[in-house]
Each structure stands twice: as structure tokens, then as C-alpha cells.
T-cell receptor, first 111, second 112 residues
């Protein structure tokens, strides 16, 4: 019974394609996040939703669009993928304020 | 803009040693502070959370402390084991924000 689960775990695609990563949490948390970990292993927040409402929107290209159908799900859609989008994308959830719990990550490789 | 520095970037110790990992924030107004470990190719596992009213947390062989006056935190690992080998990340939020800002981590290797 995984707390925060992401799919797919690995994603290899061509430049210019559109792809989505899904995230679900069964912890009953109100807040969910997307973080990006680049090739240098640096983790940076992209988006945060609280009860389906966008509360953090960092300087991220418009090609990235999060969507939260309900407070247990936060999906990330990426349009027109570029080489620089290759990274590991982590979903996380938390009560607020409180401890963050992360998923296993989704490794995106853009060729 | 909050920045987090973790020292050292890498550390290799023999099994059984006690060790300290350091983390410092450019803005000392930390609300919550959290330490994580990350194993290669894996997600982050939360180790300890120090909430706004706290200064220290302990879990087993791990102890984390936060000095809010200086914006510095330390993670103390007692009697290290090879299974402790991983990258350790500290991260903090500031009051009114849910944005967790991360350091770049300390890669720990514990040799048998």
C-alpha cells in the first residue's frame, strides 16, 4: 500500500512530443507538489496544490501544466518536450504545515 | 531568495563512526526543517521533521537540531552502518510558504 505513487516510473520520448505523469496519494493529505531533480541532483519545486487549488507556481515554462482532479491526485502534463526537460520528476504530499512524503520519481528522458 | 548549503558534499567513514552532517540557510527564518535520505535511483525518505516550535528531533540513531538564530541545522548519526550509505538532503520552509527549499545533499558512504 504505497503512500505516494507515480506513473510511469520511466518515460523515454522524442523531442516535440506531449507526455503526462500521474500521481496519487492515499495519505489523506491536502497538499500535493511536483518537484524536479536535474542531472546535478538538485531538487526544485515546480508546483503545489492545496485542496485542488494552485498555491505555488514557480518559474516554469508554460509547456508544463499541472492538473488536480481531486485532492488525492496531481498530474503533470508537458507539451512540446525539449531536451532540457530530461530529469526525474517527483510528486510529494503533505498535511499543512507538516512533513512531506515523496513518490519514487518518474525519470523522463527526451531524445 | 533562500539558499541552502550542505557541508560536506561527500563523506566516507568506517563503520561504527559517529558523524555530523551540516546544513545552513541564507535566511535564518526557518519555519519547518526536514531531513531526507535518498538512495540511488530512488525517491526521498523522510527522516526527521523539526516543526516551527521545536529545536530538535530524534529517531533511533539519528538526531537533528536547528539553531534558528543562525539558520543552521545538523544531523547527527550515531554508530554508522553500511546501510546508512545514501545521500542526505536537508530542506526548509519559511513562514507562510509551503515551498520546501532543498540543499544539494551530502553523499555518505559507510565502509564495512
Amino acid at each position: 500500500d504505497t503512500a505516494v505513487s507515480q506513473t510511469p516510473k520511466y518515460l523515454v520520448t522524442q523531442m516535440g512530443n506531449d507526455k503526462s505523469i500521474k500521481c496519487e496519494q492515499n495519505l489523506g493529505h491536502d497538499t500535493m507538489y511536483w518537484y524536479k531533480q536535474d542531472s546535478k541532483k538538485f531538487l526544485k519545486i515546480m508546483f503545489s496544490y492545496n485542496n485542488k487549488e494552485l498555491i505555488i507556481n514557480e518559474t516554469v515554462p508554460n509547456r508544463f501544466s499541472p492538473k488536480s482532479p481531486d485532492k488525492a491526485h496531481l498530474n503533470l502534463h508537458i507539451n512540446s518536450l525539449e531536451l532540457g526537460d530530461s530529469a526525474v520528476y517527483f510528486c510529494a504530499s503533505s498535511p499543512w504545515p507538516g512533513e512531506l512524503f515523496f513518490g519514487e520519481g518518474s525519470r523522463l528522458t527526451v531524445l | 531568495k533562500q539558499e541552502v548549503t550542505q557541508i560536506p558534499a561527500a563523506l566516507s567513514v568506517p563503520e561504527g563512526e559517529n558523524l555530523v552532517l551540516n546544513c545552513s540557510f541564507t535566511d535564518s527564518a526557518i519555519y519547518n526543517l526536514q531531513w531526507f535520505r535518498q538512495d540511488p535511483g530512488k525517491g526521498l525518505t523522510s527522516l526527521l521533521l523539526i516543526q516551527s516550535s521545536q529545536r530538535e528531533q530524534t529517531s533511533g540513531r539519528l538526531n537533528a537540531s536547528l539553531d534558528k538564530s543562525s539558520g543552521r541545522s545538523t544531523l547527527y548519526i550515531a554508530a554508522s552502518q553500511p546501510g546508512d550509505s545514501a545521500t542526505y538532503l536537508c530542506a526548509g520552509t519559511q513562514g507562510g510558504s509551503e515551498k520546501l527549499v532543498f540543499g544539494k545533499g551530502t553523499k555518505l558512504t559507510v565502509n564495512p
